[in-house]
């Protein structure tokens, strides 16, 4: 489907890799823009927050926590452009302890990871991320 000479899922695309690049370069604020106001956040193994300032406060917690980069990055977005779904390696640190993790003792770890996205008016409306948790564990412990 094409909208303004721009396909649906081009623009998909854009918005998950532009979400990924503000989380590279720890753009919280671009990252937060990118958001709808109710936004669906659903953490790996964990609970399921709602709202901007839920999704600021996990950004918080993850600056404090860890120091991390993505590394090839792959998106793909249906043809409508409503939903889309990233893949890629996880290149991290962990700096400081987080509850119910192991303690941080400046680990680096390296991991698969991805995310489903649902999208809605040129903004980020769900965000659900997975990796191996255990594999994690078995790296930091």
């Known amino acids: 489907m094409k909208i303004d000479g721009t396909r649906s899922n081009d623009r998909a695309i854009e918005l998950v890799l532009a979400y990924y690049s503000a989380f590279n370069h720890r753009d919280w604020d671009g990252m937060l823009a990118l958001l709808g106001d109710d936004v669906v956040h659903d953490l790996n193994q964990g609970a399921r927050e709602t709202g901007k300032p839920a999704f600021a406060a996990f950004l918080e917690r993850m600056n404090a926590c860890y120091r991390e980069q993505l590394h090839d990055v792959v998106v793909m977005a249906t043809v409508d452009g409503d939903r889309a779904a990233a893949e890629y390696m996880v290149h ?50």
């Open 92 to 141: 991290g640190q962990y700096l400081a302890n987080d509850s119910g993790m192991p303690e941080a003792r400046g680990q680096k770890y390296v991991l698969a990871g991805g995310a489903f996205f649902e999208l809605r008016s040129g903004r980020i409306r769900r965000v659900s991320n997975h990796y191996n948790l255990e594999g994690w564990l078995a790296q930091v412990r």
